[in-house]
């Protein structure tokens, strides 16, 4: 964790972004996941090839952990952010960049994709966003955002508050 929050600083990306994604997504192990995305942060094979990696049958980038997570920043700079921004904006919702719930807004469009949580984001028609936001989120259905699209966001805190609880037993 310590080394991607590290490169997504060197990349000008949220270091909270890198700790959430590692604990969620291939911790400590690289798979593929059954959608075909790779490495420890997931990347599916056309997001990893439009930020830069290799990736055919003979080399797969998104396996280099110090590539990949360069990667993931910039994908997150380049169309996560900038899209929940947009969707933000388009819904008339104010929003602060390091509040949480605008944080998890930004992990549901890497996980499902900005079109995804922008129909999701129709459905509700919010009139405001935080964490109420969120938890309607979790209870909305939209084409590819469904059961771990909805529960990705959840997986996440809890993935962050147990990382807490592990820190202040091995400081006590």
């Known amino acids: ?31 593929t996941s059954p959608t075909g ?3 420890a942060f997931q990347l599916m094979k ?16 998104r396996e280099d952990f110090d590539k990949a997570a360069a990667a993931a920043a910039r994908f997150l700079n380049r169309v ?15 929003y602060d960049e390091t509040e949480v719930w605008f944080r998890l807004m930004v992990l ?4 499902a994709g900005a079109g995804n949580v922008g129909g999701a984001l129709r459905r509700i028609s919010p009139s ?14 939209y084409r590819g955002f469904g059961n771990a699209s909805q529960n990705y966001s959840q997986v996440a805190l809890a993935a962050c ?4 609880a592990l820190v202040q037993r091995m400081c006590t």
């Open 161 to 164: 508050l147990e990382l807490d």
């Open 1 to 31: 964790v310590d080394r991607g929050i590290s490169i997504f600083q060197d990349q000008g990306c949220d270091p909270w972004l890198a700790q959430a994604i590692l604990l969620i997504e291939s911790p400590g192990q690289i798979r």
């Open 37 to 39: 995305a790779n490495g």
């Open 46 to 61: 056309s997001v990893a090839l439009e930020e830069g990696l290799v990736v055919n049958s003979r080399v797969d980038e």
């Open 108 to 111: 549901h469009v890497y996980h």
């Open 128 to 141: 405001e966003g935080g964490m109420e936001l969120v938890t309607q989120l979790w209870r909305t259905r």
């Open 80 to 94: 996560c952010i900038p899209e929940t921004r947009s969707m933000l904006a388009r819904q008339g919702l104010s």
